[in-house]
């Protein structure tokens, strides 16, 4: 199994202060950035685009950004990330309507593509591009806001992405988003996940004794990825 990475989720950040927070997570011992883009269209939210993502990195972080795309079209804004030093860009296969050449345009501008599935999402769409993707990210909620309650199901579903990884012998990462808390990130490993999104979980638990620091959450899912069975 590869490295876990806890990838906290800025959607739940307090966006007045969104460096000072991205800071202080990453500080607090988070691996990667979770970039949550809605466009109230394959969403009904609306939240940030490249400008964002490229104020980030002019801010100086240099974790990768894991752009998570909730829009349709895709193409048209995948250069822009790029531009903006997205790392990984995933999409919905529903929301392209050419999926091959997305996860390839996406390559092409230098960043890692993959695929997002919602929960009634078969992965059959896997079958033919498993060799152009470089992450699988599985929903286990409906996507469009944080703070939802984990749904059971992308347990088995895991096991079945888990399965065609391994399966396919291609160093992809395997993610999940939506309702991952410390007390439930054990069993969401042992299923198969690598990558771990976490939003309300981590930033509506800040430190008692410091509102600036998210360590004490972070350690409590490391612990439980500890102790998961393998
Ligand atoms: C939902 C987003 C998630 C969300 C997760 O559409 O993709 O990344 O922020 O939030 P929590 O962890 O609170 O479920
Ligand atoms: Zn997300």
Known sequence: MKENLIAPSILSADFARLGEEVDNVLASGADIVHFDVMDNHYVPNLTIGPLVCEALRKHGVTAPIDVHLMIKPVDRIVPDFAAAGASYITFHPEASEHVDRTLQLIRSEGCKPGLVFNPATSLSVLQHVMNKVDMILLMSVNPGFSGQSFLPSALDKLREARKLI?????????????????????????????????????????????????????????????????
Do not use: C
């Open 166 to 230: 391994d399966q396919s012998g291609r160093d992809i990462r395997l993610e999940i988003d939506g309702g991952v808390k410390a007390d439930n990130i054990g069993e969401i490993r042992a299923a198969g996940a690598d990558t771990f999104v976490a939003g309300s979980a981590i930033f509506g638990a800040a430190r008692e004794d410091d509102p600036n620091h998210y360590d004490t959450v972070i350690s409590a899912m490391r612990a439980a990825l500890a102790e998961s069975p393998s």
